[in-house]
């Protein structure tokens, strides 16, 4: 029994050794850019616009829409995962999913949900707090249309969020609707659609060296005004 005790621990010893890393040493030192107020608009869109711009020129992400859309479940655990940002203007970010999905029915009940972007190349990030609404069907169905059939038949496929039993069931069940739709017009599903979210507070993150980063905040007053402050690293 000892003997077993002793075998399990040096087991436990070597598997440590294997799947621990020490990450302690792994060090930026962030250089890239600055954020000066006095080089700032009052508006946090345009800033995002400008910001937006500027990392695709620079190029080396391929994803610069990429965002990662933060929502409190229905659980009461925040749930975060990625999605593609589609659309921004004065109004707020525009994001498509499916309404019935985890996120979907979490928006339903909190609509109050948090985006943000990493933007590596650039040193930046960029968070967003907001209220999400659905988008009006028309707007769905205007974006809808855009998608190649093939994305327009995998959101009619997918039940999103829910357990499947294989991957089977995805693949008949597009073939099916592969017959179904050839050469017709493929609707959009009444579950699937847009979210606008619209900002309430937007800060903006630039790295700079010995960790003294930009932290440059937007908050939304009475519904039209934006009072800026910096925030420490
Ligand atoms: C790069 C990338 C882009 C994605 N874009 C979308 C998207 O635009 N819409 C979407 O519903 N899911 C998108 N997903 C999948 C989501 O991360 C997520 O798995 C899915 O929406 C289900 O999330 P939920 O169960 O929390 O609702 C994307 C994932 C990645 C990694």
Request: proline share 5%.
């Amino acid at each position: 029994m000892f003997l077993f005790y002793i075998l399990n621990l040096t087991t436990l010893a070597t598997l440590n050794k294997i799947y621990m890393k020490d990450l302690s040493n792994y060090r930026k030192s962030y250089e890239k850019s600055e954020l000066l107020e006095s080089n700032i608009p009052e508006d946090p869109i345009n800033l995002f616009h400008r910001w937006f711009y500027e990392v695709e020129e620079f190029g080396s992400i391929e994803e610069v829409n990429a965002m990662t859309v933060s929502t409190i479940g229905l659980d009461g655990f925040p749930r975060a995962r990625v999605v593609l940002l589609k659309k921004f203007n004065e109004e707020g970010f525009i994001f498509y999913t499916n309404y019935d999905s985890e996120k979907g029915k979490a928006i339903e009940v909190n609509p109050h949900i948090c985006l943000s972007f990493f933007w590596h190349s650039m040193e930046r990030q960029v968070i967003i707090k907001g209220i999400a609404e659905k988008t009006a069907p028309s707007v769905s169905d205007g974006y809808f249309d855009t998608r190649p059939d093939g994305s327009k038949l995998g959101a009619i496929v997918s039940p999103q969020s829910q357990v499947i039993l294989s991957r089977t069931f995805l693949e008949e069940k597009l073939k099916e609707l592969e017959k179904q739709f050839n050469q017709k017009e493929i609707p959009r599903p009444i579950n699937w659609g847009g979210f606008l979210v619209r900002p309430q507070e937007v800060e903006f993150w630039q790295g700079r060296p010995n960790r003294l980063h930009d932290r440059i905040r937007y908050q939304l007053q009475a519904d039209y005004f934006w009072k800026i402050d910096r925030l420490a690293p």
